[in-house]
């Protein structure tokens, strides 16, 4: 069974850091893909940011590129969110969520991009981690 538990959320001022993690149970994780995605109050869900499963090809949505860093441990089978220079738009429930990568995709470099703007494309999803940027 499937399970992704995110955490590191919290209240945070403008300018700070925070670091997110995901863990995964019951699934090799380097065969997944994994992505994260927030969802702020009235908006819909989001895609920020993916990596890849083998090679850990990586994708940034441009509201966040040069803030928000993804990073993947496969054998602690945790995915990273680096978070720094928050702002007050950051605020959301960040959640991840796991794509098994079929084996043609696995050498591909923006097979993230390709899926990072459906949200149905992803099989499994945690329970989300709530962050606020506040002063």
């Known amino acids: 069974q499937v399970q992704l538990v995110e955490s590191g959320g919290g209240l945070v001022q403008p300018g700070g850091s925070l670091r997110l993690s995901c863990a995964a149970a019951g699934f090799t994780l380097d065969s997944y893909a994994i992505g994260w995605f927030r969802q702020a109050p009235g908006k819909e869900r989001e895609g920020v940011s993916c990596?890849?499963?083998?090679?850990?090809?990586?994708y940034y949505a441009e509201s966040v590129k040069g803030r928000f860093t993804i990073s993947r441990h496969n054998s602690k089978k945790t995915v990273y969110l680096q978070i720094n220079s928050l702002k007050t738009e950051d605020t959301a429930v960040y959640y991840c969520?796991?794509?098994?990568?079929?084996?043609?995709?696995?050498?591909?470099?923006?097979?993230?991009?390709?899926?990072?703007?459906?949200?149905?494309?992803?099989?499994?999803w945690g329970q989300g981690t709530q962050v606020i940027v506040s002063s």
């Open positions: 990596i890849s499963s083998s090679f850990g090809f990586t």
């Open positions: 969520a796991a794509k098994r990568v079929p084996i043609l995709a696995k050498y591909s470099s923006n097979y993230c991009g390709q899926i990072i703007g459906s949200t149905a494309d992803f099989d499994s």
